[in-house]
């Protein structure tokens, strides 16, 4: 019994996670969208599972297979994430926001095709929720929330700034100018922060294998609470 909890410290955890990127419509056939692949957040519902957690994937558009005993719920818009991550939030013990969340999105959504026209075209973009800071102001006592933070400039600084301004637990940053890092491949560096000043420098891995030291970090950091 011993042994089973050691290679499975997530048993009786519910794990939330986001993944892929989001679209954003301006008319039927155009979308804003970023590069987010959601191999990264996959990883991580994958290795939850594995860890012996039951997991919650909230995903973008994505051509990726759902890990095997994952329920996953699929979405369009950055408003589709915020909603389905509200819905489901209040049953997990461990949210993990792994997508590409677009921060604006065009402020008219046209029904009709636009037709092209000479010269320039402007268009007027507005700012979307930020769902995890709204998760950071509904959590609940008990509950660990751990935020994303891809940048190209001073990524510790930049991640420490969205932990306490998002009130999370921890926060996972990257350099995506880094050689092996970033959207598209199958490798990642990363760099864990939690609130209590760890500071954790993985090396390259795959994704696969930083979402499984990812979540053995949050175990260790759920199990010191
Ligand atoms: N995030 C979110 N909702 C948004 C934007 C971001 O939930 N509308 C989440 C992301 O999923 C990620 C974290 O916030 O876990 C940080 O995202 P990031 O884009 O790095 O931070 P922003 O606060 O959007 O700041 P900026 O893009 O200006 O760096
Ligand atoms: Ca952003």
Do not use: C, W
């Not at 679209?23 to 519902?45: C, L, W």
């Not at 369009?76 to 997508?99: G, H, R």
């Not at 100018?177 to 795959?206: C, H, I, M, W």
Request: charge should be negative; glycine fraction near 8%.
């Amino acid at each position: 019994e011993e042994q089973e909890s050691k290679e499975q410290p997530l048993v009786g955890k519910h794990v939330l996670i986001t993944a892929g990127p989001t679209q954003e419509s301006v008319d039927p056939v155009r979308f804003f969208t970023n590069h987010s692949s959601g191999k990264m957040g996959y990883a991580i519902a994958r290795q939850a599972a594995d860890l012996g957690a039951s997991v919650t994937l909230v995903s973008g558009p994505v051509s990726l297979d759902t890990p095997p005993g994952v329920k996953r719920i699929d979405v369009v818009s950055a408003e589709d994430m915020y909603e389905a991550v509200l819905n489901e939030m209040e049953s997990a013990d461990v949210i993990i926001k792994a997508a590409a969340v677009a921060d604006y999105r065009p402020k008219e959504t046209y029904s009709s095709k636009m037709k092209k026209q000479e010269g320039p075209l402007t268009l007027q973009f507005e700012r979307t929720k930020d769902i995890l800071k709204e998760v950071g102001k509904r959590r609940r006592e008990g509950q660990f929330i751990v935020g994303f933070a891809a940048e190209t400039d001073e990524p510790v600084r930049y991640g420490q700034e969205k932990m306490e301004r998002k009130r999370l637990d921890a926060i996972v940053v990257n350099d995506i100018s880094a050689e092996g890092a970033g959207f598209k491949g199958d490798t990642n560096v990363v760099t864990y922060l939690n609130r209590n000043g760890k500071q954790e420098a993985y090396p390259l891995l795959t994704k696969d294998d930083v979402a499984r030291r990812l979540l053995l970090s949050i175990a260790t950091d759920l199990k010191g609470e």
